[in-house]
């Protein structure tokens, strides 16, 4: 089939020009959002001063505001038509304000005020929606081809974990910043990157963050233009309700929805509790603690530019259930290597057991995007309506919800084990609470993604039909 037949039936090849640009905004996403995930709660409880129950319930209520604002977004964003385009466009309006915010959120000039806490977290959270609900959508409106949105998609992940790299060098960032003491043992000046006098250097690391993450959204913008849109007069008759309707209706998309709130409840535990497990069960340096964190997004450039490959040979089920798999044997390793005695040695090991858990994770999660599409076209082919912001906000709903478990969670794990962030040296519970954080409630939420998963019934085989068939009815009329 020549190229000219295929893109007018929908099936669009883009360039490695517009591929790298429309992953460009995830990077962006990560440099700033990933920031907030990763790093906000282990800022909040040893930098700013909030106790670990009180910001779990914060992140909480935030979610729970998530829940009511993300189908107003994706309403608003199907709904409407910006003359720059109708997903890219937020990428602009909603982008500039959350950089705003974002920065706002590591300020130190209220330390300890839960008031102020709320107000940039929130807003924060709500421009983050703003920009994540129409990027989703920006996805499904670039091709139907099934192989194109393959690529895309790992070329998307490939660029996040660009940024997630940078994310997880924080701690080597923080440190040009901080102040310094005296090692007690070496007697050399070392950067304290967990206490109240660091504020200003996490002001300053976001900052930068934000503002790349700000340049890499205009080139996003830049790249990307919609081409599988919704019919200007389906949009006018789009509602907040069709969100819940098409919840009810759509098999696949449910699946999706309960793998994304099982997948990013793992993530966010794991990620959370990372910087507490290098700080009080490893007592690792900043260059130590950036060395192990690097090594959870490595692997990603290693094997996301294989997907299409994996995907092929054993099918997208099959490469679900070996890399979630593989995972949970990391988490296993590390729960086992982390009891040896700590040595030099026993670093290595645990970088291992990081690497192996890591491959995993970045691999499956990854290329679980490329499920969206599908299950947009999936309604499309059931209903005649292409909602593709609607079905964004939805799994952007869902995996809020998973990362508001990863916000709770841990503070009330932390909360319950005793953690005192005033302390140097943390109680044997405390220090057991946190390596449950890592590998042992991650892994059981794993085993539940992957029985969630296997109910998933949409084949790339069955996706080619629906699409072809999608764009015979729209030949038709």
Do not use: H
Not at 141 to 161: G, K, V, W
Not at 223 to 238: L, T
Request: aromatic share 14%; charged share 15%.
């Amino acid at each position: 089939m020549d190229t000219t037949k295929t893109e007018a039936k929908g099936f669009y090849k883009l360039s490695w020009l517009q591929r790298i640009g429309f992953g460009a905004g995830d990077m962006a996403q990560n440099l700033i959002y990933q920031t907030i995930s990763i790093w906000l709660l282990f800022y909040y409880t040893n930098v700013f001063g909030l106790k670990p129950d009180v910001a779990a319930l914060m992140f909480l209520i935030v979610r729970l505001v998530d829940v009511i604002w993300d189908p107003i977004v994706g309403t608003i964003v199907d709904k409407g038509n910006p003359k720059w385009g109708k997903y890219r466009s937020w990428l602009i309006l909603g982008g500039i304000p959350l950089v705003g915010l974002a920065i706002l959120c590591f300020w130190n000039g209220f330390s300890g005020s839960l008031v102020y806490a709320y107000v940039t977290y929130v807003g924060m959270s709500m421009c983050y929606t703003l920009v994540n609900v129409p990027y989703g959508a920006l996805n499904a409106s670039l091709t139907r081809d099934t192989n194109e949105i393959t690529i895309l998609t790992s070329t998307r992940m490939f660029m996040a974990n660009l940024g997630a790299l940078c994310v997880k060098s924080l701690p080597l960032i923080i440190a040009l910043f901080a102040p310094k003491v005296t090692d007690p043992v070496t007697g050399k000046a070392v950067a304290v990157y967990n206490t109240p006098e660091s504020g200003t250097a996490w002001f300053i690391t976001m900052t930068i963050f934000a503002l790349a993450g700000l340049a890499l959204l205009f080139f996003c913008f830049s790249q990307c233009k919609e081409k599988v849109v919704m019919d200007q007069k389906e949009a006018a008759n789009v509602k907040v309700s069709d969100l819940w309707m098409e919840f009810v209706r759509n098999k696949p998309l449910r699946v999706v929805a309960f793998f994304f709130i099982t997948a990013f409840a793992m993530m966010s535990v794991g990620n959370a509790a990372d910087a507490y497990f290098m700080t009080y069960n490893v007592k690792a340096t900043p260059l130590l603690t950036t060395l192990f964190m690097w090594l959870g997004t490595i692997p990603a450039f290693i094997f996301m530019p294989l997907v299409p490959a994996i995907k092929r040979k054993i099918g997208k089920k099959g490469m679900f259930y070996l890399f979630l798999g593989v995972a949970i044997l990391g988490m296993a390793l590390m729960y086992t290597f982390v009891s040896i005695p700590a040595t030099k040695d026993n670093f290595v090991l645990l970088c291992i057991a990081q690497f192996v858990k890591s491959a995993g994770i970045i691999t499956a999660t990854g290329y679980m995007w490329a499920l969206v599409p599908e299950v947009i076209a999936y309604g499309e082919y059931t209903t005649g309506r292409r909602i593709a912001g609607i079905v964004n906000a939805l799994t952007g709903i869902f995996f809020k919800a998973g990362m508001a478990l990863g916000g709770v969670v841990p503070g009330i794990v932390l909360a319950w084990v005793g953690f005192n962030s005033e302390a140097a040296e943390q109680t044997p519970l405390a220090l057991q609470g946190i390596l449950w954080l890592v590998c042992v409630i991650p892994a059981i939420l794993l085993l539940l993604a992957i029985w969630i998963i296997s109910k998933y019934e949409l084949s790339d085989e069955k996706m080619d039909q629906i699409n072809m068939e999608i764009e015979a009815r729209a030949k038709a009329e």
